[in-house]
């Protein structure tokens, strides 16, 4: 049996697509909530004001998704950036969460003020976005591999004495600097600062009254959840395209 890789190809689009709507529409109903109603749920909470972060870091992510699989030369290179740069943010984010979450439980207090946690998660964001020209490849894909898949980074390169194509080694290594080892880091960070989190909670539970017990649970199920369900989500997506461009 021969499989028809177009109609693969088409499908997999489709549901991208769709997928990728429905997160676009969830995110900017989160930011729209956040901002009618910014002085009850918002203004100085630095819980709410990251999870917020988080759904306008998606909402980047959810942009670049509805794009499908471009053959346009731009379109594919907008897709490659705002893929990555909306991912990393995601995870920048969701990491901060899990960290700020466990510093406040420990010392009662938050280390970095919002504006120090956008500020340096956004920079972070921005220098790793231009390791890949720094190593003199680009957005997008050749155009012999354009609609076939998601726009990333050039998996081959223009062969300077020939009009073909051939596999592009640096690439592979810039999208692992700028992506897939950031990716794993702050993935094993979410994990470590959840376990530590949690662990923490139980070990004091015993000293607290119920009310305290409550709020500690509170704490779980409304904050850390985001990170996690992160983990939950991104995990088999970066195997798989590590997978894959390897």
């Known amino acids: 049996y021969n499989y028809d890789s177009t109609s693969i190809d088409l499908a997999l689009e489709i549901v991208s697509v769709v997928m990728s709507s429905m997160s676009l529409i969830g995110n900017i109903g989160v930011l729209l909530t956040s901002t009618i109603f910014y002085q009850e749920m918002v203004k100085r909470k630095t819980f709410m004001?990251?999870?917020?972060?988080?759904?306008?870091?998606?909402?980047?992510?959810?942009?670049?998704?509805?794009?499908?699989?471009p053959t346009n030369g731009f379109t594919c290179s907008m897709q490659g950036f705002l893929w990555g740069f909306g991912s990393r943010l995601t995870w920048f984010f969701a990491t901060t969460i899990s960290f700020q979450l466990y510093y406040y439980m420990k010392h009662a207090r938050f280390l970095l003020s919002f504006r120090k946690v956008v500020a340096i998660c956004v920079l972070l964001d921005l220098a790793?976005?231009?390791?890949?020209?720094?190593?003199?490849t680009f957005y997008g894909l050749p155009e012999i591999s354009r609609g076939t898949s998601y726009c990333k980074l050039q998996e081959m390169s223009l062969h300077r004495s020939a009009a073909e194509w051939e596999k592009c080694p640096h690439c592979k290594l810039a999208m692992f600097i700028s992506l897939f080892i950031p990716g794993i880091v702050c993935l094993i960070g979410m994990?470590?600062?959840?376990?530590?989190?949690?662990?923490?909670?139980?070990?004091?539970?015993?000293?607290?009254?119920?009310?305290?017990?409550?709020?500690?649970?509170?704490?779980?199920?409304?904050?850390?959840?985001?990170?996690?369900?992160?983990?939950?989500?991104?995990?088999?997506?970066?195997?798989?395209?590590?997978?894959?461009?390897?």
């Open 49 to 69: 004001q990251l999870l917020t972060a988080i759904s306008a870091a998606n909402l980047v992510t959810s942009v670049a998704g509805t794009f499908g699989f």
């Open 128 to 136: 790793l976005s231009c390791v890949p020209l720094a190593m003199n």
């Open 191 to 246: 994990t470590v600062f959840s376990w530590l989190l949690r662990r923490m909670m139980q070990a004091d539970a015993d000293l607290l009254d119920q009310e305290g017990r409550r709020h500690n649970s509170r704490i779980m199920r409304q904050v850390v959840v985001y990170p996690l369900g992160i983990v939950v989500f991104w995990t088999p997506i970066l195997l798989y395209f590590m997978v894959q461009f390897s």
